[in-house]
Each structure stands twice: as C-alpha cells, then as structure tokens.
C-alpha cells in the first residue's frame, strides 16, 4: 500500500491512498460471503448460491460498496499511522478507483491536530495562596455541617419559608387543557432551590398547610418542550405539609453524634485541620489552572471546529453522568432550567476551546521537555483504580481496552506530569501582584473570565469505563 499526504492549509490536507489489487480481491470475497446469506435465487437455498451464479446475475459491480465498507476503515488507518498524521474528525473521502483485478485508490480530505508554537512557560508567575483557616471560615463550616445534620420537623401553625421543604400536589395546563409532565401528587418541594419553573417556588412562599392556591407562571422562550416555550401556565396547587429544618445544638453531644470526638473543641479542632488541607488543594488547582491559562495564551495554535466540538460533546456526557450521580439526568436539568440541549452546549463552548488549547499546549511541552509516562506510573494508576473499585489491576487494564480508554489514561499521567513540572519551574508571587499582572494581559490576550481547569476527562472516562463492567 502506498500513502502520501500533503497540507492543503492550516489544518486540512489531502491523503492520497492506493491498495494492492490482491486486497481488492479479497475484499470482494469478503463481501460475498456477507451478501450471499441474503440473496435469494431460485434452485439454490440461501446462502449456498455459486459465486459465479451470483456475479452472471447481478453483477461483480453489486459487490463494490460493501467491499469497500470492509477494506476502507482497515487501510485508512494504516495510511494514517504510515503517514504519521493525527486526524481529528472524520474524513471527506473520494473513491476514484475501485474494480476488480485492479488497485484501490481513494483521495480523503483530512483535518488533523494543530501544530502548536510554543511560547514562555518556564518562570510564569502563579499566586501564592493563604492557606490559613479563619475563625468566620470554621463558623460557616460549622453551620453547614448543623444543616447537614438537622431534621426536617413539620410546621403546622406557620406559613411557608424560603428553605422549606412543601409537600404539594399540583396540577399544570396551558389555556385550560392538561400537559405531559405537569401533574403530581405529595410532591417534596425545597422552597429557594430554583428547580421549578422560574416563579413558581417564589409563589409557595407564604402558604399554610390545607392551603389552595392557583400558581400562575410562564415558560422560559427557550424550554426545552417546544408546545410549551413562552406560554404561560396555571398550576392548582395544595399543600400538604410543610417541614422545617431544625439545627442541632453546638456542643458535646453534637460532636459525638458527627464524629469521633467526645468534645465540641476536639471536633473544632479537627475540622480546623480538614479545612486547611482543603484549602491547600484548592490553592493547588487555583495555580495550576492559573499556570496553564497563562501558558496557553502564550501560545499560537490555530484550533480546528472539529476539536471544540468533540470537546463540547464531552463536558455534555460529563455533565449528564455528574446529574445522574445526584439522581437526576440531562433530560430533567433542562427541563428544570427552561433550556435547551443547544443552550447548554452554547455555555460550554468557551470552556470547551480553552480546554483544547491548554492540552495542545500541554502535549507539546511533553514532547519538548521528553516527558513521558513510565509503565510503572501507569501500573500505578491502575492499582489505584483496582483498589477503588476492588478489582484486580488486570481486569482494570482489560476494561480500558475494551473501551479504548487505555490512551486516555495514558494521557491523564502525561499531561498531570507536565503540569507538576510547570508548576516546579513557575515563580510564586504575592495573589495580590498576579492579579494585577492577570488583569494587565487582559486586553492583548482576550483573556476569557470563565474558569478552565487542564482537561481531567481521562481518567474520569477510565473510572466510568471500570463501572460500567
């Protein structure tokens, strides 16, 4: 097989294939096998019609497609890996030439990964972070854990809170006539949570328990339910109960009902000690997504569509799998939200092309700094996943093959392997000095105000794949 390839412009180029004759041949026998199963002639049972017979009836040129679907994958990939490129989406292909006794030749239009020109990024300048627990700090994490533990006690004289929960039964219609998805009944409402349809929640406040109350409220322009956006509804809705949270007093017996501890002050103390430890990993991820955001703006790469799409379809799976852990799914967020599937992606995609940015410009720092990740790194990695999930290494790696995520796990060690040693060769400064240096690039660079952390997606991928089993 001969392979060759030539850049038309920026990231696009042509791949110009010819296969063996002896392939073709091949090739066709391959798709009359398949197709013969399916063909009926008469005086011979299906499946078992000679190959003769079948081409004097409909013609070798009847083969042609399907051998090509059968050759095709096979040899566009080894004209990939021959002509070392790294296609990124799928390609355009032209057959010119397929017959048999004859070569196979196809031209396919391809968009391959960026090149990346590297600018500074040894000495950047990243902040320093107090990782020192205040007093409020504790107070706020001492309420939050009297929330976590207080018991929701029914109210009967009181109205409704924001805060609250309400158990309700309501009944939704848009110009009087019932909709899919607008009824229940001793339905659990936190009052303040914006998981209703805007204004809905805000219209519970104030009712008692046995109250009636007609809710009158508008879906958003961009709901999900096209039958549904911008019109406005009429929920009948009663009220059941209402409960209140009621906090645990702070003391002894707190402590020993959350902990190990058998005092407030021991437990104090101990949750001092979490938050700083928090803290430092937070002041951890803040420089690295400083450090990488820097080196990335410093950088020249020309990002195709293809790769902030694809990138885009990730963050979705990725959100729709975080819903799913918390008992909910993609379908009910936008449902809850008022938006739509192409909201969603249009929120995501500056995130997403920096995303893309920062992990070219990471790969490229690997390359040129020759780092790479050992087999005893990976096997690592493994061990921690098979202890996780209680499975042998083994069956770990065997998954990820499975699933083609073993080079996304490859991936996760490189590119956290960079950014340590990015992080070892950045400059620590005062916060208050890289803010002002941050907000002075801000013109030149277009700095995005939106957080973008170096892609994580794959071990999180690995992880799902190791579940899925």
């Known amino acids: ?30 798709a009359f096998q398949k197709v013969v199963k399916k063909v009926n002639v008469p005086g011979f049972r299906k499946g078992k019609v000679p190959r003769a017979i079948f081409e004097s009836r409909f013609g070798v040129e009847s083969l042609y497609q399907d051998a090509i679907d059968i050759l095709l994958p096979e ?44 600018g500074d990024y040894k000495g950047i300048e990243v902040p320093a972070t107090d990782v020192e627990v205040s007093e409020e700090e504790l107070t706020e994490e001492l309420t939050r854990m009297q929330e976590r533990h207080a018991e929701l006690v029914v109210i009967d004289e009181e109205a409704a809170q924001n805060g609250d929960t309400v158990v309700i039964d309501f009944d939704g219609s848009v110009d009087s006539v019932a909709f899919e998805g607008g009824k229940a009944e001793r ?35 961009t709901y999900h339910a096209e039958e549904l956006a911008g019109k406005e509804a009429v929920f009948k809705v009663k009220v059941h109960e209402i409960k209140r949270k009621q906090l645990p007093e702070l003391d002894d017996e707190f402590a020993k009902d959350v902990s190990e501890f058998d005092t407030l002050d021991e437990y104090k103390e101990d949750l001092k000690k979490q938050l700083q430890s928090r803290k430092e990993k937070e002041g951890e991820a803040e420089r690295e997504r400083v450090l990488v955001d820097k080196i990335g703006e410093n950088a020249e790469v020309e990002i195709p569509q293809a ?110 392997k960079t950014i340590k040693f990015l992080i070892e060769n950045a400059k620590e400064v005062p916060a208050e000095k890289a803010e002002k240096s941050e907000d002075a690039s801000k013109p030149a660079a277009k700095k995005s105000t939106k957080k973008a952390a170096p892609k994580a997606e794959p071990k999180a991928e690995a992880e799902e794949a190791a579940t899925e089993e």
């Open 187 to 221: 339905y659990s409402l936190e009052l303040g949570s914006n998981t209703f349809i805007p204004g809905f929640e805000e219209q519970v406040v104030g009712l008692a328990t046995g109250d009636f109350k007609d809710v009158t409220v508008t879906f958003p322009e």
């Open 307 to 416: 790769m902030i799409d694809s990138e885009v379809q990730n963050m979705v799976r990725d959100f729709d799998n975080r819903l799913r852990a918390q008992g909910m799914n993609l379908d009910m967020f936008l449902g809850f939200s008022g938006q739509t599937i192409e909201d969603l992606k249009g929120q995501m995609t500056g995130d997403s092309e920096k995303r893309v940015r920062n992990n070219l410009v990471l790969e490229q720092i690997a390359k040129a700094e020759k780092i790479e990740a050992s087999e005893e790194e990976i096997n690592k990695e493994l061990q921690d996943m098979a202890d996780a999930y209680k499975r042998s290494p083994e069956e770990i790696r065997n998954i990820l093959a499975a699933n083609g995520s073993l080079g996304s796990l490859n991936e996760d060690v490189l590119l956290r």
């Open 75 to 118: 040899v566009y990939t080894e004209a990939v890996d021959q002509t070392d490129i790294f296609p990124v989406d799928r390609p355009e292909v032209d057959v010119e030439q397929f017959a048999k006794g004859q070569a196979f030749k196809f031209k396919a239009k391809v968009t391959v990964k960026p090149e990346v020109k590297l």
């Open 1 to 30: 097989m001969k392979a060759t390839w030539e850049k038309i412009e920026k990231n696009l180029g042509v791949l110009e294939v010819e296969v063996e004759a002896d392939r073709v041949t091949a090739a066709l026998d391959k």
